[in-house]
């Protein structure tokens, strides 16, 4: 268990392998790691749990994206008490929601260039229903098409494949704007650039070890 209250959002284009540096941080410092993308496939899966005011996760989906912000938020209160949260908050909107319910620690930004990510996204393939990501390129499943603990297929999102990349990223670019313009202006904004998740990590590892004592040394990751 972590020793020390800490909130800290991992912000970054799709493909910018938040993800894997948010389970990291979970995993050297003994924190709560909330995956957005994952939230909302259980949801859709029709998981368990229930969203505010009891209503099935499902129903939140369905009910729109002010439904789905407000059952995410609601794990990011009692039980977020030492964690770190990735792929939200998305917009401005959710950003000033969150404030309401809590004070963040540190934002961490990842920027990476738009070659790497448009090359990244159309070699990426997933398992549905775990979520579990692969890439051809540097991270392959065993067995081509097949993921490595079920056996079953693995499908490409609509939204990875090549003609829909350059459109999901400019999406994502105006909509990150007056997020990271927020948290810069309030001193917790932290950016970190490159084209390797294993070459950021030593950065972000040294970043969060001068705010909570790791339970990992960065070379067990």
């Not at 800490?6 to 912000?11: D, G, I, K, P, Q």
């Not at 202006?185 to 790791?214: A, C, D, M, Q």
Request: proline share 7%; glycine share 10%; charged share 25%.
């Amino acid at each position: 268990m972590a020793s020390k209250l800490l909130r800290a959002v991992v912000l970054g284009p799709p493909g910018s392998g938040k993800g894997t540096v948010c389970e990291r941080i979970a995993r050297s410092f003994g924190l709560q790691h909330l995956s957005s993308g994952q939230f909302l496939r259980e949801s859709l899966r029709g998981g368990g749990g229930e969203c505010p005011r009891g209503r099935p996760l499902r129903g939140c989906v369905a009910g729109g994206l002010a439904s789905v912000t407000a059952a995410f938020l609601a794990l990011m209160t009692a039980p977020f008490c030492c964690g770190a949260c990735t792929g939200f908050p998305r917009t401005l909107g959710q950003a000033e929601a969150l404030d309401r319910i809590c004070e963040l620690d540190l934002v961490i930004s990842l920027n990476i260039p738009f070659e790497t990510l448009k090359d990244r996204l159309s070699a990426r393939w997933v398992h549905p229903a775990s979520g579990r990501v692969y890439n051809m390129d540097f991270n392959p499943p065993h067995v081509q098409g097949v993921d490595d603990l079920t056996g079953e297929p693995l499908v490409q999102r609509e939204d990875d494949k090549p003609e829909a990349v350059a459109a999901r990223l400019r999406k994502y670019k105006d909509a990150a704007k007056p997020v990271i313009e927020l948290y810069k202006s309030r001193g917790i904004l932290h950016s970190f650039s490159g084209t390797e998740t294993n070459k950021i990590w030593p950065y972000v590892y040294t970043l969060l070890s001068s705010k909570i004592p790791p339970i990992l040394s960065d070379e067990e990751n």
